[in-house]
């Protein structure tokens, strides 16, 4: 686990409300490594999300060991974890996100604007641009979102999140919105950025059909680890 980027041990969380204490995670292990697709499976309320909300330092576990890029989150003031957050993690959700008043391209940047940094706009442009080639639709960069299909969209929501070149992505339902045609083309799309740049993906999906696209699958089931698969390709 040394070249680990997201390393989580022993991580439980519960939630209180009064007397009652509710158990979400119960003692999860696992790594992701560079180039690596992880699929976490399982039903509504098994707990994917609550992990890739800690995963993605949003959140804290009740107990057990986060690190990102080797650093302890438990050893970080939350200055330092909105740097690492920034720095080494992009976030892709079910809904794109994508502000309809801005083009593709300036949504694009928008993760380089946000961050502390000394890269101009000519800079940011640029790099904006090389991540909508690489999805392949550099040619909607001058669109808005209302003009683009359901897919593009989330392909675009993709590239905002390689702009400042993550170490992992986090996804959380990515495909949820989409049919299954351009489901598959999201699913393309996060397997070539792993396999071309090395960025890890954690895809968390009640969809079965993300476990084709993944290098290994693990499903969740209240709250524990209950199978870890490796996958071929399709």
């Known amino acids: 686990m040394g070249d680990a980027i997201l390393e989580v041990q022993g991580v439980t969380k519960s939630y209180r409300q009064g007397p ?16 690596e697709i992880i699929a976490v499976l399982g039903p509504s309320g098994s707990g994917k999300s609550t992990l890739l ?5 949003m959140d804290a576990p009740t107990a057990g060991t986060v690190r ?23 976030f892709v959700f079910q809904f794109d996100s994508l ?11 928008m993760p380089g604007r946000i961050r502390a940094g000394t890269s101009s706009a000519g800079e940011l442009e640029a790099r904006a641009r090389a991540s909508l080639e690489s999805l392949g ?14 897919g593009e969209r989330q392909r675009a ?4 999140a390689l702009l400042n070149s993550p170490s992992a992505i986090l996804a959380d339902e990515p495909t949820g919105n989409l049919d299954r045609s351009n489901g598959e083309l999201v ?17 968390v999906t009640h969809n079965e059909e993300a476990a084709r696209f993944a290098s290994r699958t693990v499903h969740i089931l209240d709250g524990r680890l209950n199978e870890t698969s490796v996958q071929g390709q399709p």
């Open 137 to 150: 639709i550099a040619k909607l960069a001058g669109r808005f979102p209302q003009q683009l299909s359901g």
């Open 53 to 57: 909300n800690i995963l993605g330092l």
């Open 99 to 109: 502000l309809p008043e801005f083009t593709v391209l300036e949504n694009v940047t």
């Open 20 to 35: 009652i204490e509710t158990p979400v995670l119960r003692g999860i292990d696992f790594a992701v490594s560079p180039g």
């Open 187 to 203: 699913f393309s799309s996060l397997r070539e950025q792993a396999e071309s740049s090395g960025v890890a993906v954690v895809l």
């Open 68 to 90: 990102v890029g080797g650093r302890r989150a438990h050893d970080l003031d939350p200055e330092e974890r909105a740097h690492v957050r920034n720095e080494k993690l992009g």
């Open 157 to 160: 929501a993709i590239a905002r």
